[in-house]
């Protein structure tokens, strides 16, 4: 117990470091990604922060953000910080703040003064900057859009700062190792056949009375599929590696022609490289192209006698 104790001090300010590590990466990435920005606008005329999509959407904004947290995401990976909602908020305000520092280095790089000459403030030349914001279209420039520029301004932040945090929240979403402090990794081991290669023709024939045929040869297929899913999760409640091993080189064979069936089911590794811990992720995947659906259907605990040899015998398929 003591022992324990004397542990969770080491443990939080590495925890710290880590998360001071994240930071500065994050921020570096942002000074650099603003930077360019600044030249290409200043140096070449292109403004990538006013580029939107049916004029409400800062497409612009959202990929100089990405640019941006590029940096939080890669550390987060690489050093093993777990993003937590509070961390992640903590990397929204940074980056509003991040945006409000670039305004103002930008003012102070013009020094902009009045028509007398007299030096202008940054909030007067902020608001002088916002309401002077104009869209063109088709070659034509509008008119400065006034006090409606500070809803575009407003868009732009707000862009820039959640384009910051789109890869993080990636990350975030990944499989987490807490005894290890580590992201784990996945890869998809099995692909089994539950479904139809299926035409166009027959697509739209399943729709009809008179695809009943076709609609009870997809649910034989489903079934077939499922049964032999069924028998993979019994070896694993068993802890039978030899049984699960030999029935999992079905769902690895001939890949490429069961990605085309009209449904298919998945199973993935997630497993922590260190420790040797996770679990096997199973899914049903329906459709193709834009319209593929993921079902979960169970995640189920790595036996201890499989997690060393299932890492070795089954690479990526």
Known sequence: MDEQL???PTEDKRTDARI???????????????????????????????WYAWFVVPIGALLVGSAAGSGYAIAAKSLGVKLNKILLISIFCL???????????????????????????????????????????????????????YGIRVLEITGFALGTIFLASIVAGSPYC???????ERRRIGL??????LSKKEQKLLEKPEGEELRQSLEEAGKGGIEGLNKLIKHIEEGDYE????????????????????MRLSIMLVQCDECLDGYLKMDAIRGQGEHIVNEPIVELPLPVSFRERIREDFPKV
């Open 192 to 197: 089994f056949p539950a479904g139809l290669a």
């Open 243 to 262: 049984a699960f091993a030999a029935g999992l080189e079905t769902g690895r064979s001939d890949v490429k022609a069961t990605e085309k069936l009209s």
């Open 20 to 50: 001071q590590l994240l930071l500065y990466a994050g921020l570096a990435t942002t000074a650099l990604t603003l930077l360019a920005m600044y030249f290409l606008n200043n140096k070449g005329g292109i403004n990538v922060m006013g």
């Open 95 to 149: 980056q509003v703040g991040a945006y409000g520092v670039a305004q103002y280095i930008e003012y102070s790089s013009q020094n902009p003064t009045s028509q007398n000459g007299q030096s202008v403030g940054f909030w007067t030349y902020f608001d002088y900057q916002t309401r002077s914001f104009t869209f063109s279209y088709r070659g034509k420039q509008g008119n400065p859009l006034g006090l409606l520029g």
């Open 178 to 184: 807490d005894g290890c402090k580590k992201y784990m």
């Open 6 to 8: 004397e542990m969770n």
